[in-house]
């Protein structure tokens, strides 16, 4: 058998008998230097690197100066972690071969396992200068501009080398890593696209894929490429997890507290997924169960300040004037997503509606020159009605990502992220009307809140708010963490502030539960 057709059955896998060949052609051609560094890359693919390092030693007593050789041995020593004895290897290999691209990009990834990136850039740097069409230097070069944060650069690179190789997977994987990091989606489709095309079944790319869908608001394309990702990975809890948030977006709440539980079967200790099934529960299957999830995010990340208000919300004793704004604004950004289908498809929220029907009936078109401010503004659900091209609508919310869901809408003149009582405090005689939907069942105590509206409004302003029922006297926090209010409370407190009731109606605006939730809606005025 030839050297040749030994070389073919290495390059068909079948490693055993390539082996026994050439050890029975070193046999007969013990100086065979090609034989020699073959039966070394047979080893080397075959894990067994002492062996195939013997097999060198003795090609390069032959050869000293064989560049190639000296690089497998290289590769060799950065394998087993031994980095100065590559450098020195490679510093001589450049020295004897100065036009030899491979031993310089094999010196930027010694580099970059040494963490000296800048080094790295250099050596590859080296290696494309004298091979312009060099792909794996490209790439590596690529991936330490990205670990030196030069993200614009590493697109450059990524970039160039689709102009070489269009179908290249992994600067395919790379650029859209980064342009997902840039938050560019649309982009980052296309080229995730192309990979899927080629390998169907590549797990990262299709979660990749389905968080850019997600992004895009594509949630059904998006839950599916996600269970196609669990098909490949079935026991990823991050998967099982998102399609928990997409669900839960889409206001299929019993199908969202399915998948978290699934996350959970396969990691009991999974924080985010304690944490989303404690909020949903509040919805969905109640204080009981809520606090449950609570309370094993809360072992599992001790001394969480958020999770620790909502346990102490949700335990027997609630005597809680008013609630941590922080808390407040963390509950909303988680609820942000699914907000708007939750409240109008599911709870068949209608406030809104009602608000703006009573300012007309009252004002007919006066509110279209009014200065308005919308307290708790969330995604716009109020605001919305009330918009016109002739006045100012302000909206304050504590909750960033609410306020980022309202942004994309045409409704507010100025976004405040704030909570609503220190954003009062200085403002005085400013706005025509005053909105507060839903928003005192996180308020508590309204003292303070009811005296800056007062001041905020202008002399003979509109206060237009609701607030949930409470059957016993004052005011308390509910097992579902809202406070609620008794009529001769609000009355007791408007009546402090000086304000006039206008109109009082007890209406159910929601449905919670399958029970309708009633509250008191008051327009006021000062």
Known sequence: MSLLDIKQLHQSGRLEEAKQEYVAWLQTHPNDVTALHLLALLYIEMGDLDVAYRYLIQ?????????????HMANIFKAKGLYDQAIQLLEKIIQEHPNFSAAFNNMGTVYFMQKNLEKAVLAYEAAIKLQSNYIDAYYNLGLAYNKLNRKKDAKRVYE???????????????LASLLMQEENYSSALKHLSVITNMHAFHVETKTNLATCLFKLGRLSEARSCYL???????????????????EAKRGH?????????QALNINPHFFEAHYNLGVLSLRTKGPEVALTHFQEALRIQPGHTIV???????????HLSTLPADFVGSLFDAYADHYDVHLTDVLHYQLPQRFFKWIV???NDAYRQWHILDLGCGTGLCGKYFKTETNKVIGVDISKNMLDRA??????????????QSFLNDKNNLYDLILAGDVLGYI???SILFSRVNQALKTQGFFLFSAEMNEEEGFQVTAFGRFVYSRSYLNQMLMQHHFTIVRYEVVALRVENNTPVLEHVYLVRK
């Open 308 to 318: 620790q208000h909502l346990i102490n919300i949700l335990t027997p004793d609630k």
């Open 228 to 246: 196609e990702a669990l098909a490949l990975s079935p026991n990823d809890t991050q998967l099982f997890f998102n399609l928990g948030v997409i």
């Open 361 to 363: 009936e009252l004002t």
């Open 407 to 420: 942004a994309a809408k045409p409704i507010y003149d100025e976004f405040i992220l704030s909570d609503i």
């Open 160 to 174: 160039a080398m689709l102009e070489l190789v269009p179908e290249h997977v992994g600067a395919h994987f790379q």
């Open 253 to 261: 709440m019993h199908s969202a507290t399915d998948f978290y539980l």
């Open 59 to 71: 090609a390069l007593e032959i050869e000293p100066k064989h560049a190639n050789v000296q690089l």
């Open 444 to 446: 508590g105590e309204l």
